[in-house]
């Protein structure tokens, strides 16, 4: 880090370095650490535009509070980049999100100062007060303090917790980050309705007018009127509290104070003082801007919310391959389709427009679309109850996301056997976003609920296909899960095909061994024969479409002519589709068959490039082609003796 560009980042390690400062000194700091957040960034990829816009926050919090005596919990973590800064890692902003590197988001193994590790949206409030509560019973003094934004607002779980909160009376600060963007959206991103709630009221003619009306009576009441004036004064103050975001939050039993400019560092320092010391719940509402002091991250808050590397003079992604088209981008076109087709689909999204594709639906339908804000589990029952009047409700939400909502899933869908379409967009590995973000477990959670049809796409066509026949399909809930980026670039057909429920496919013949894959696996499984071919291994493999039911003909079939079967999947090898196989064979009394089950083992991986990744985990057509070698090896029966003869 160079001395002159960053005169006193440079010597900045740790808070307690900041707090030497002056604070008139603090605004050249988070000039210095927007500089080179922008500067890593740019290289690294990773979040922006939430960091940016609470650099502020960061500097004048670790000015004020003791951390790490004090307690800071930051919500999602996505805007904690400045934190990263300043808490002794900025050596490593280099490295962010990379195999071996800093996280993208808060870890307490990677730093005293990231109090509460996240990733997932609204869950700071309750970690915080759960903290306050074993300080007070351990007879501790130091403050905790939530920062949370008007997205993670959005989440029912924040609410649960400032009612406990209120009713546990204890000393707890949070600070509401108010951007006025909680939905990665580049249409409509602003989902936080009180805040509207707030400024309405504030600019209502009725109200102003009520203003006006008892200003100008007063004018007229000579000695009286300038106590009437107070007094009237007095009554407007009562009004805005009423009539503010205060209200609720002062209902909740929290002292309410703002909102305040988050970009000037000394009023938040001056206001974070004055309420440092104060007793109870309190809520300080920060007023912020995404991508602030960065042009192109202001005018394109959603495309530079998580960016790849870039130009930094004009923002501009630097990969200069053109795209295959991804699959969250054929999921969005073809939901179009069919919404045009049958008026009764509609489209849902948990703050995930773009994300998901949805956007297509919301620019081309709007009234079809639905972003419910970060609220994953009322996305589903919402959608439960537009089931029982008929409509088809498509609910897109990455795979991570949709734990959220599991007795959703189960008690307002599946129970009432209701047919709701779940589309699962990253499943799977993610890569940099790591474990709190890999789609590891969802085969594991949606196979164990009654009534509920899983598939996996093996490619682009597949996945419109299975679209259209979720959306055909009567029996209940449905659900598709698919892997984050790019397609196979199969190219595909115009007409949508139904496929039948339950059936596998068939790719490639052979006798020694049958390796059984799903989704993003599919091909990686065809490779990987290859391979076994060239020595003289002859592998069959099958597409298996559905993970639920399974294709237990073909099972069948397949065990009548072969010893040894490979299950390959994305998704944690427990309770995931291997074991719905080893399950399934039980079932049908077939012993004959040695089964390898490979995928993700019970560990939350790290983060790292896809590719890489799945290189580690085996899962690219070398490592399946290693591990169905290596099992081969250890198996007993006619394909492995075929082997061992080879
Ligand atoms: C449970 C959950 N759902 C969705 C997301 C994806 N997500 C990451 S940041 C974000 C917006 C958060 O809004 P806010 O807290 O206001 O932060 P901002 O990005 O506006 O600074 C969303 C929806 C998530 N992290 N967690």
Same mark, same amino acid.
């Given at each position: 880090?160079?001395?002159?560009?960053?005169?006193?980042?440079?010597?900045?390690?740790?808070?307690?370095?900041?707090?030497?400062?002056?604070?008139?000194?603090?605004?050249?700091?988070?000039?210095?650490?927007?500089?080179?957040?922008?500067?890593?960034?740019?290289?690294?990829?990773?979040?922006?535009?939430?960091?940016?816009?609470?650099?502020?926050?960061?500097?004048?919090?670790?000015?004020?509070?003791?951390?790490?005596?004090?307690?800071?919990?930051?919500?999602?973590?996505?805007? @904690?980049?400045?934190?990263?800064?300043?808490?002794?890692?900025?050596?490593?902003?280099?490295?962010?999100?990379?195999?071996?590197?800093?996280?993208? %988001?808060?870890?307490?193994?990677?730093?005293?100062?990231?109090?509460?590790?996240?990733?997932?949206?609204?869950?700071?409030?309750?970690?915080?007060?759960?903290?306050?509560?074993?300080?007070?019973?351990?007879?501790?003094?130091?403050?905790?303090?939530?920062?949370?934004?008007?997205? =993670?607002?959005?989440?029912?779980?924040?609410?649960?917790?400032?009612?406990?909160?209120?009713?546990?009376?204890?000393?707890?600060?949070?600070?509401?980050?108010?951007?006025?963007?909680?939905?990665?959206?580049?249409?409509?991103?602003?989902?936080?309705?009180?805040?509207?709630?707030?400024?309405?009221?504030?600019?209502?003619?009725?109200?102003?007018?009520?203003?006006?009306?008892?200003?100008?009576?007063?004018?007229?009441?000579?000695?009286?009127?300038?106590?009437?004036?107070?007094?009237?004064?007095?009554?407007?103050?009562?009004?805005?509290?009423?009539?503010?975001?205060?209200?609720?939050? $002062?209902?909740?039993?929290?002292?309410?104070?703002?909102?305040?400019?988050?970009?000037?560092?000394?009023?938040?320092?001056?206001? %974070?003082?004055?309420?440092?010391?104060?007793?109870?719940?309190?809520?300080?509402?920060?007023?912020?801007?995404?991508?602030?002091?960065?042009?192109?991250?202001?005018?394109?808050?959603?495309?530079?919310?998580?960016?790849?590397?870039?130009?930094?003079?004009?923002? $501009?992604?630097?990969?200069?391959?053109?795209?295959?088209?991804?699959?969250?981008?054929?999921?969005?076109?073809?939901?179009? $389709?069919?919404?045009?087709?049958?008026?009764?689909?509609?489209?849902?999204?948990?703050?995930?427009?773009?994300?998901?594709?949805?956007?297509?639906?919301?620019?081309?339908?709007?009234?079809?679309?639905?972003?419910?804000?970060?609220?994953?589990?009322?996305?589903?029952?919402?959608?439960?109850?537009?089931?029982?009047?008929?409509?088809?409700?498509?609910?897109?939400?990455?795979?991570?996301?949709?734990?959220?909502?599991?007795?959703?899933?189960?008690?307002?869908?599946?129970?009432?056997?209701?047919?709701?379409?779940?589309?699962?967009?990253?499943?799977?590995?993610?890569?940099?976003?790591?474990?709190?973000?890999?789609? @590891?477990?969802?085969?594991?959670?949606?196979?164990?609920?009654?009534?509920?049809?899983?598939?996996?796409?093996?490619?682009?066509?597949?996945?419109?296909?299975?679209?259209?026949?979720?959306?055909?399909?009567?029996?209940?809930?449905?659900?598709?899960?698919?892997?984050?980026?790019?397609?196979?670039?199969?190219?595909?057909?115009?007409?949508?095909?139904?496929?039948?429920?339950?059936?596998?496919?068939?790719?490639?013949?052979?006798?020694?061994?049958?390796?059984?894959?799903?989704?993003?696996?599919?091909?990686? =499984?065809?490779?990987?024969?290859?391979?076994? =071919?060239?020595?003289?291994?002859? @592998?069959?493999?099958?597409?298996?479409?559905?993970?639920?039911?399974?294709?237990?003909?073909?099972?069948?079939?397949?065990?009548?002519?072969?010893?040894?079967?490979?299950?390959?999947?994305?998704?944690?090898?427990?309770?995931?589709?291997?074991?719905?196989?080893?399950?399934?064979?039980?079932?049908?009394?077939?012993?004959?068959?040695?089964?390898?089950?490979?995928?993700?083992?019970?560990?939350?991986?790290?983060?790292?490039?896809?590719?890489?990744?799945?290189?580690?985990?085996?899962?690219?057509?070398?490592?399946?082609?290693?591990?169905?070698?290596? %099992?081969?090896?250890?198996?007993?029966?006619?394909?492995?003796?075929?082997?061992?003869?080879?």
């Amino acid at each position: 880090m160079s001395d002159t560009k960053f005169k006193y980042l440079s010597s900045i390690n740790v808070p307690e370095d900041l707090r030497k400062l002056d604070v008139q000194e603090l605004k050249a700091v988070c000039d210095e650490v927007r500089e080179f957040l922008i500067d890593c960034v740019s290289r690294t990829g990773g979040h922006l535009g939430a960091g940016l816009g609470a650099v502020e926050l960061a500097v004048a919090l670790h000015y004020v509070f003791n951390t790490p005596y004090d307690k800071l919990i930051w919500d999602v973590g996505h805007q @904690a980049y400045p934190h990263k800064i300043l808490t002794g890692r900025k050596e490593r902003m280099h490295t962010i999100r990379q195999l071996g590197g800093l996280s993208g %988001f808060l870890k307490r193994s990677e730093s005293e100062y990231d109090v509460f590790g996240a990733g997932h949206a609204s869950t700071a409030i309750s970690a915080a007060l759960g903290i306050a509560v074993a300080r007070d019973l351990a007879n501790q003094n130091f403050k905790v303090v939530a920062i949370v934004g008007d997205g =993670s607002m959005t989440g029912g779980l924040a609410y649960e917790a400032m009612n406990n909160a209120g009713i546990l009376k204890k000393d707890l600060i949070v600070v509401l980050n108010d951007n006025q963007m909680g939905s990665i959206s580049s249409k409509e991103p602003r989902i936080w309705s009180f805040h509207h709630y707030f400024t309405d009221l504030l600019v209502n003619p009725k109200y102003n007018k009520l203003k006006s009306d008892v200003w100008n009576l007063t004018a007229k009441l000579d000695n009286w009127g300038d106590r009437i004036r107070r007094i009237a004064q007095q009554m407007e103050k009562g009004i805005k509290a009423i009539v503010t975001p205060g209200m609720l939050f $002062e209902a909740l039993s929290f002292r309410y104070f703002g909102p305040i400019n988050g970009h000037n560092v000394v009023k938040l320092v001056e206001t %974070f003082r004055q309420v440092k010391d104060l007793k109870g719940p309190i809520l300080i509402h920060v007023i912020t801007q995404k991508g602030k002091g960065y042009e192109p991250a202001e005018r394109e808050a959603t495309r530079l919310h998580g960016v790849t590397p870039f130009d930094k003079v004009t923002g $501009e992604s630097i990969q200069n391959s053109v795209p295959l088209s991804t699959y969250t981008e054929i999921f969005g076109r073809a939901l179009v $389709e069919i919404c045009k087709q049958n008026e009764k689909v509609v489209g849902i999204t948990a703050a995930m427009p773009d994300g998901t594709g949805l956007i297509y639906l919301q620019n081309e339908i709007p009234e079809k679309f639905f972003d419910v804000g970060i609220a994953e589990s009322h996305a589903v029952t919402f959608a439960s109850g537009m089931a029982t009047e008929g409509f088809i409700p498509v609910v897109a939400i990455y795979s991570t996301f949709l734990q959220r909502a599991f007795d959703q899933i189960v008690h307002d869908c599946a129970i009432q056997k209701l047919h709701v379409v779940f589309v699962l967009d990253r499943a799977g590995l993610v890569g940099q976003d790591g474990p709190t973000h890999h789609g @590891a477990l969802d085969l594991s959670y949606l196979r164990c609920i009654p009534n509920m049809v899983i598939m996996a796409p093996k490619d682009e066509q597949e996945l419109r296909d299975m679209l259209y026949t979720a959306i055909a399909y009567e029996g209940g809930p449905i659900a598709i899960r698919y892997p984050r980026g790019k397609t196979l670039g199969v190219g595909i057909r115009k007409e949508f095909k139904t496929l039948e429920i339950g059936r596998a496919e068939r790719l490639r013949r052979g006798k020694d061994v049958a390796i059984l894959a799903v989704g993003n696996m599919v091909a990686n =499984s065809m490779k990987a024969a290859e391979l076994l =071919s060239e020595e003289g291994i002859e @592998a069959e493999v099958i597409n298996m479409r559905f993970v639920k039911p399974l294709d237990i003909d073909l099972l069948k079939d397949l065990a009548s002519r072969i010893g040894a079967f490979v299950t390959v999947e994305d998704n944690s090898i427990e309770g995931g589709f291997g074991s719905a196989v080893l399950e399934n064979l039980t079932k049908a009394g077939i012993s004959n068959v040695m089964v390898k089950v490979h995928g993700l083992p019970s560990e939350f991986v790290e983060h790292g490039t896809i590719e890489e990744l799945h290189k580690i985990m085996k899962l690219d057509p070398k490592g399946i082609y290693e591990v169905t070698k290596s %099992f081969l090896k250890t198996v007993e029966g006619e394909s492995a003796i075929h082997y061992a003869k080879n």
